[in-house]
């Protein structure tokens, strides 16, 4: 019987139970309750154990690693190499356009980069 998540031992209840699901056939009832029981342990994770959106410079940083790129490749964006390390660090704010810039530039969300945060003083 499928029934909501609520705590710890329904959860993992339900994970025990989509492991015996995990290779039902498509169009199955197994398949369909396998499809609702993820959505159901999505959901109480999500609830549970939420994730904060980073701060906008180390999400910078983070895809600044990943596409390899250095400071450098940023000063376009953001203006020169000392206003890119400000940024970085950061003693100074992100200013809008910096912030369209950036998302097409990293390919990063814009309510991302828009998140409010203090400057290091």
Same mark, same amino acid.
């Given at each position: 019987?499928?029934?909501?998540?609520?705590?710890?031992?329904?959860?993992?209840?339900?994970?025990?139970?989509?492991?015996?699901?995990?290779?039902?056939?498509?169009?199955?009832?197994?398949?369909?309750?396998?499809?609702?029981?993820?959505? %159901? +342990?999505? *959901?109480?994770?999500?609830?549970?154990?939420?994730? !904060?959106?980073?701060? @906008?410079?180390?999400?910078? $940083?983070?895809?600044?690693?990943?596409?390899?790129?250095?400071?450098?490749? %940023? +000063?376009? *964006?953001?203006?020169?190499?000392?206003?890119?390390? !400000?940024?970085?660090? @950061?003693?100074?704010?992100? $200013?809008?356009?910096?912030?369209?810039?950036?998302?097409?530039?990293?390919? %990063?969300?814009?309510?991302?980069?828009?998140?409010?945060?203090?400057?290091?003083?």
């Amino acid at each position: 019987m499928m029934k909501l998540i609520r705590n710890k031992e329904d959860y993992d209840q339900g994970l025990t139970r989509l492991n015996e699901l995990f290779k039902a056939k498509t169009g199955t009832t197994e398949s369909d309750e396998a499809d609702v029981l993820a959505m %159901l +342990i999505h *959901a109480y994770e999500k609830a549970a154990h939420p994730i !904060e959106s980073p701060y @906008p410079t180390e999400a910078i $940083k983070i895809r600044m690693k990943e596409m390899q790129f250095k400071q450098k490749d %940023l +000063i376009e *964006a953001i203006g020169g190499n000392i206003r890119v390390s !400000e940024v970085l660090n @950061p003693k100074r704010k992100l $200013k809008l356009e910096m912030a369209r810039k950036l998302k097409i530039k990293l390919n %990063l969300s814009a309510e991302l980069l828009i998140n409010d945060y203090q400057p290091v003083k």
